[in-house]
C-alpha cells in the first residue's frame, strides 16, 4: 500500500467532507464556516477554451472530402444523446447527479471509507461537475508539467477543482454540465466525445445508442487506456467487465429490471472498430486536399504563426467549403488512368480552372499519394507548386510560347507577319537579349535548332505557332525583347514551381523555367477570360465551430486587352485543326491550347482551354528530368520512341475535357478583330511573301526589315549561362 497516496486521498477527502460542506455546496445541509475561512473555499471562474474539434472539407456540392483534427471529436447537444446514454453514465459516474450541487458528500465520504479500507485509492469519489473541471484543465494544459497538475492526487488540487465546480455550477444547469460532460470526455480508441466514440465503437451517432452500447461507453470512462479495445484481448476482456458492472448498476438503481441486465450481461462485447481517417493521405483528392491545407497554413488571416494556423485547422471545428467539382475531377483521373499507370515512374498531373474566377474544378496526378516507395506513391503535391505542398515542377516547354504570341500581338504585330525559319537559329548579336534588369544574356555562339514537330521555312505567327516552330519563336522574342515577354508571362500569373525567381534568359521563349499544371492552366484561363487573370481559387467559404460564414471570392483583374486575348485565341484554336495537335483533333467546341515538348524529351506538356474551362497537363519523371527522359519509355502499357506534348498530355486533356464539359453548353470565343490584327482565322493561312536569294534568303517581311537591318553586322560575344534548350 502506498502510504503517501492513501494519506493525500483521505484528507482529500475528510477534509471535502467534514470541512467545506455547505447546503449550497453539499446539498446536505453541513456547515463549516471556520474551515471555509481557513481554506478560502470561494466559486473561482473556470477557463473553458474551446474543445478541440474536427474540421472538415467540403467539395463544391457541399460533400466531405478530408477532414483534420488533434483529437477525433464531434460535439453534440444533449438531445443528439440517446437517453439510455445519459442513464447509464450517471448511473455509474454520478447517480445523486441532479440532487447536489459541486459536490457529493456522500460519494466522497463513501470514497473515504473504501479506499481506508481497501488500502489503496480504488474510488476517487468525484462527481460528474468535478469531472467535468478536471477534463478541462487537462485539455488546457500546454506542458506536461501543467497535464501532471492536473490530474495529482492532492488536497490542493481537489479544492481548486471544487472552487471551479462551484462557479460551473452557478454558471449553468445541470443538463449543460452533463452535455459538456459528454463532450469532453474521452472514451478509448481514440474517441473524445460521446459522438465520435459511439462512431467509432458501434458506428453509429450517440442517438442510436442502445442499452448495451451505452453501458459499454458508459464503462469505458473511468479508465479508457485501461479498457481501450483497439489495444487487445485483455483490454477488451477488462471493458467487458465493466460494461456487467454498469448494468448492474443501473438494475441496483432501478433503471432497467434484473432480467434486462442478465440479458445485456449475457451478450458478447462489440466493437465495430470504424476507422476515422484525418489527414490528405486518406482524402478522396489527396492532392487538391494539400492544396487546401497549405492555403490554410500559409496564410496570416488565419494565425500569426505556422503553429497557430495548424492549431486552427486541427482543432478549430471549422467547415471548409472548397471548389473542387466531383464530375470535373473524376473526369481528370478517368483520362490520366487511361494513358499512364500509377506504376509507371514518369508522372501525369492535371488542374482544371474556371476562367474568370479561378476556380480549381481538379487536380489530379497517375501516382497515388502517400509515402510508401514501394508501392510506388508520390510524397508531395506533384499538381502544384511548392508553397502548396509541391515540389519543383517540370520544365514547361513550347506552351510558353503562348507568352510570346500574345507580347507580339500586344507590341501590334498581325497574323501575317512573320519570316524565314530555318532549322538553326543563333542570335543576331551579343546583347541582342537582355533580362529586365538591362543585363544582357545568352550565347550568341548557341544554336537553338527545331524539333522533328516544328519545321523550319518562312513562318506568320499563325503558322509559327501550329507548328511550334523553335526558330520562328526565337527570332519573334527578340523582335518584341526578352524583358517584355517575361513581364506579360508574370502579368498573367506565371511563377516558377520552386518560388524562385523566373529564370530570364533567351530561351525563355521555349520554357525553360519549371512550373506547375495549377500555374500553367491559370495563365492560360486569361485568354479564355478575355484579359482577366485571377488567383487560383480553393476555398470559396469557411463556417466556424458557432456556424459563423466567411466567404471568399474571386481575386481577378484585368491584365490584357479583351481584343488581345482574342487573337491569341484565335491562333492557338489552329492548334487542333492545322498544327501539333490535328491529329488527336479538337473536343468539338470551341478549344485553343498549345503543346510543349521540352528539350531531350525531358517533359511532355498541354496547356488549352475553352471560355469555360482552362486546363493543363504535365508528363515527366520526377527522379530527374534529364537523367530520365521520355525516350524509349513504356507508359501506361504502351511504347513510345519519343513523347511529344500531343503523344500523352493532350490526349489526356482532350478526354478530360470531353468529360469535364459533358452537359455544359458549349460558348463559342469572342471573334477576333480582324482589321486590327489582319488574317481571317485559322481557315486561311497567308500566303509567304517570296525571298530574295541576297541577304540569306533576303528581308521575310517589310515589317521586319529594320528589325533585320538593326541587328546585322554586331559583334559578337558571351553573355549569361544558356540553360539547355526545350523544343515544342
Same mark, same amino acid.
Given at each position: 500500500?502506498?502510504?503517501?497516496?492513501?494519506?493525500?486521498? =483521505?484528507?482529500?477527502?475528510? @477534509?471535502?467532507?467534514?470541512?467545506?460542506?455547505?447546503?449550497? @455546496?453539499?446539498?446536505?445541509?453541513?456547515?463549516?464556516?471556520?474551515?471555509?475561512? =481557513?481554506?478560502?473555499?470561494?466559486?473561482?471562474?473556470?477557463?473553458?477554451?474551446?474543445?478541440?474539434?474536427?474540421?472538415?472539407?467540403?467539395?463544391?456540392?457541399?460533400?466531405?472530402?478530408?477532414?483534420?483534427?488533434y483529437e477525433n471529436r464531434e460535439s453534440v447537444s444533449l438531445d443528439k444523446v440517446a437517453p439510455i446514454m445519459r442513464t447509464a453514465l450517471i448511473s455509474i459516474e454520478d447517480f445523486r447527479f441532479y440532487q447536489h450541487g459541486p459536490i457529493d458528500v456522500e460519494g466522497t465520504a463513501r470514497a473515504l471509507v473504501k479506499n481506508l479500507?481497501? =488500502?489503496?485509492?480504488?474510488?476517487?469519489?468525484?462527481?460528474?461537475?468535478?469531472?467535468?473541471?478536471?477534463? @478541462?484543465?487537462?485539455?488546457?494544459? /500546454?506542458?506536461? /508539467?501543467?497535464?501532471?497538475?492536473?490530474?495529482?492526487?492532492? @488536497?490542493?488540487?481537489?479544492?481548486?477543482?471544487?472552487?471551479?465546480?462551484?462557479?460551473v455550477e452557478k454558471k449553468y444547469s445541470k443538463d449543460q454540465i452533463l452535455e459538456k460532460y459528454l463532450n469532453i470526455a474521452y472514451f478509448g480508441a481514440g474517441a473524445h466525445g460521446i459522438q465520435a466514440a459511439a462512431k467509432r465503437f458501434f458506428g453509429k451517432p450517440a442517438s442510436a445508442l442502445n442499452l448495451v452500447e451505452a453501458a459499454t461507453l458508459a464503462g469505458a470512462v473511468q479508465n479508457p487506456n485501461r479498457t481501450d479495445p483497439n489495444v487487445s484481448k485483455a483490454s477488451r476482456e477488462l471493458l467487458k467487465a465493466r460494461r456487467n458492472v454498469v448494468l448492474d448498476r443501473m438494475a441496483e438503481l432501478g433503471k432497467i429490471t434484473p432480467q434486462e441486465a442478465a440479458e445485456s450481461k449475457a451478450k458478447k462485447l462489440v466493437f465495430k472498430d470504424t476507422k476515422v481517417t484525418g489527414g490528405c493521405e486518406e482524402s478522396k483528392y489527396p492532392y487538391f486536399c494539400l492544396y487546401v491545407q497549405n492555403e490554410i497554413l500559409n496564410d496570416e488571416d488565419f494565425g500569426k504563426t505556422p503553429k497557430e494556423r495548424l492549431k486552427?485547422?486541427?482543432?478549430?471545428?471549422?467547415?471548409?467549403?472548397?471548389?473542387?467539382?466531383?464530375?470535373?475531377?473524376?473526369a481528370a483521373e478517368k483520362a490520366i488512368k487511361e494513358y499512364v499507370s500509377t506504376k509507371d515512374k514518369p508522372v501525369a498531373s492535371q488542374a482544371m480552372v474556371v476562367p474568370g474566377t479561378g476556380e480549381i474544378k481538379a487536380m489530379a496526378a497517375s501516382?497515388?499519394? =502517400?509515402?510508401?516507395?514501394?508501392?510506388?506513391?508520390?510524397?508531395y503535391n506533384v499538381v502544384a507548386d511548392a508553397k502548396h505542398g509541391g515540389g519543383g515542377g517540370f520544365q514547361q516547354g513550347s506552351t510558353a510560347k503562348a507568352y510570346t504570341l500574345a507580347t507580339a500581338l500586344e507590341e501590334g504585330l498581325k497574323y501575317g507577319d512573320g519570316y524565314p525559319a530555318p532549322a538553326g537559329y543563333t542570335a543576331s548579336g551579343y546583347g541582342a537579349f537582355k533580362n529586365c534588369d538591362g543585363k544582357r544574356v545568352g550565347d550568341p555562339t548557341h544554336e537553338v535548332r527545331n524539333s522533328s514537330e516544328g519545321g523550319g521555312g518562312f513562318k506568320t505567327l499563325q503558322t509559327g505557332t501550329w507548328g511550334s516552330v523553335n526558330t520562328f519563336f526565337m527570332r519573334l522574342e527578340e523582335r518584341v525583347t526578352l524583358c517584355k515577354v517575361v513581364k506579360l508571362a508574370k502579368r498573367i500569373g506565371l511563377k516558377r514551381a520552386d518560388g524562385a525567381k523566373l529564370r530570364e534568359f533567351e530561351t525563355f521563349t521555349l520554357g525553360i523555367n519549371e512550373v506547375d499544371p495549377v500555374t500553367v492552366a491559370s495563365t492560360y484561363a486569361v485568354f479564355a477570360s478575355r484579359g482577366q487573370y485571377c488567383k487560383p481559387l480553393a476555398i470559396t467559404e469557411i463556417k466556424d465551430r458557432d456556424g459563423k460564414a466567411t466567404q471568399y471570392k474571386p481575386k481577378c483583374s484585368k491584365v490584357m486587352e479583351e481584343e488581345v486575348a482574342d487573337a491569341v485565341s484565335g491562333i492557338l484554336s489552329g492548334v487542333f485543326t492545322k498544327g501539333t495537335m490535328r491529329e488527336v483533333g479538337g473536343i468539338g467546341r470551341d478549344a485553343a491550347g498549345k503543346t510543349g515538348t521540352t528539350d531531350g524529351y525531358t517533359a511532355a506538356w498541354f496547356a488549352g482551354y475553352t471560355p469555360n474551362l482552362a486546363s493543363a497537363v504535365s508528363l515527366g519523371d520526377p527522379r530527374g528530368a534529364f537523367t530520365h527522359n521520355l525516350i524509349g519509355v513504356t507508359i501506361g502499357g504502351r511504347y513510345y520512341s519519343y513523347v511529344y506534348g500531343a503523344s500523352i498530355s493532350g490526349r489526356i486533356w482532350k478526354q478530360a475535357m470531353l468529360g469535364a464539359l459533358k452537359g455544359v453548353e458549349p460558348t463559342e470565343f469572342t471573334p477576333v478583330n480582324h482589321d486590327r490584327f489582319g488574317g481571317c482565322g485559322d481557315n486561311c493561312a497567308p500566303k509567304p511573301k517570296k525571298e530574295k536569294k541576297a541577304d540569306q534568303g533576303g528581308p521575310p517581311d517589310d515589317f521586319f526589315d529594320q528589325f533585320n537591318r538593326d541587328n546585322n553586322g554586331r559583334g559578337r560575344g558571351r553573355g549569361g549561362d544558356l540553360p539547355i534548350t526545350p523544343a515544342n
Open positions: 500500500m502506498n502510504i503517501t497516496r492513501l494519506i493525500a486521498a =483521505g484528507a482529500a477527502a475528510g @477534509v471535502l467532507t467534514a470541512a467545506i460542506a455547505l447546503p449550497a @455546496v453539499g446539498g446536505a445541509g453541513i456547515s463549516a464556516k471556520s474551515a471555509m475561512t =481557513g481554506i478560502n473555499l470561494k466559486p473561482e471562474d473556470l477557463a473553458e477554451p474551446p474543445l478541440p474539434e474536427r474540421t472538415e472539407l467540403m467539395d463544391a456540392n457541399g460533400k466531405k472530402i478530408a477532414q483534420f483534427f479500507t481497501q =488500502g489503496g485509492v480504488t474510488q476517487g469519489g468525484s462527481s460528474i461537475t468535478q469531472q467535468y473541471v478536471k477534463q @478541462v484543465l487537462l485539455n488546457s494544459a /500546454e506542458t506536461k /508539467e501543467e497535464q501532471a497538475a492536473a490530474i495529482e492526487t492532492s @488536497v490542493g488540487r481537489k479544492l481548486n477543482e471544487l472552487r471551479y465546480a462551484m462557479a486552427l485547422l486541427q482543432r478549430g471545428g471549422l467547415t471548409i467549403k472548397t471548389t473542387i467539382d466531383p464530375k470535373m475531377q473524376k501516382r497515388k499519394f =502517400g509515402g510508401s516507395k514501394k508501392k510506388n506513391e508520390m510524397s
